[in-house]
T-cell receptor, first 113, second 108 residues
């Protein structure tokens, strides 16, 4: 139990579907992150939120739309995805301190048909 | 850009020692983290180095040389449960840049 919960754990969707990934943290952190993890590749940072404000968008296509309604919840809305978007999507949270580690959820395994 | 290199795979015997190297070239540096990730699970924090030298935590130790852009993670007295992927990550202004990970297989 890492204190960061992601749902669903697995998601299969067609290219024209709309779905959302959810992340919730119970650690009192004020920064939250979305990462993409593809096989044999480094984790790619997608978005960063600090105190509910987006501070980083790492050139992510607009078919991925993040939402952070409060410092405990983070969503990733998906629309018109491509087969190359199939990957593990990881959420993380951290305290706003550069010496503190990020805590990760177990991820959502996304498959695009 | 960020460039972080680590070996793809390593194999070692139960009870042995394995050293995972990580070299980095990044635009900024606020510290270096090591994470462990078992298949299908979340990456979990192992260690953090910001100053040169060795940090020891039980069977795991991590070393940093900032002038050389180099770190290693040392796993001692290997156990079967240590079979996992080990991720090196450099922190720059609250953002982490990761290496591709080193898959360690521990054999009996």
């Amino acid at each position: 139990e890492t204190g960061v919960t992601q749902t669903p754990r697995h998601l299969v969707m067609g290219m024209t579907n709309k779905k959302s990934l959810k992340c919730e943290q119970h650690l009192g952190h004020n920064a939250m992150y979305w990462y993409k993890q593809s096989a044999k590749k480094p984790l790619e940072l997608m978005f960063v939120y600090n105190f509910k404000e987006q501070t980083e968008n790492n050139s992510v296509p607009s078919r991925f739309s993040p939402e952070c309604p409060n410092s405990s919840h983070l969503f990733l809305h998906l629309h018109t995805l491509q087969p190359e978007d199939s990957a593990l999507y990881l959420c993380a949270s951290s305290a706003r301190d550069i010496n503190q580690p990020q805590h990760f959820g177990d991820g959502t395994r996304l498959s695009i048909l | 850009g960020q460039n972080i290199d680590q070996p793809t795979e390593m194999t070692a015997t139960e009870g042995a020692i394995v050293q995972i190297n990580c070299t980095y070239q990044t635009s900024g540096f606020n510290g270096l983290f090591w994470y462990q990730q078992h298949a299908g699970e979340a990456p979990t924090f192992l260690s953090y180095n910001v100053l040169d030298g060795l940090e020891e935590k039980g069977r795991f130790s991590s070393f940093l040389s900032r002038s050389k852009g180099y770190s290693y993670l040392l796993l001692k007295e290997l156990q079967m449960k240590d079979s996992a992927s080990y991720l090196c990550a450099v922190s720059d202004d609250y953002k982490l840049s990761f290496g591709a990970g080193t898959t360690v297989t521990v054999r009996a």
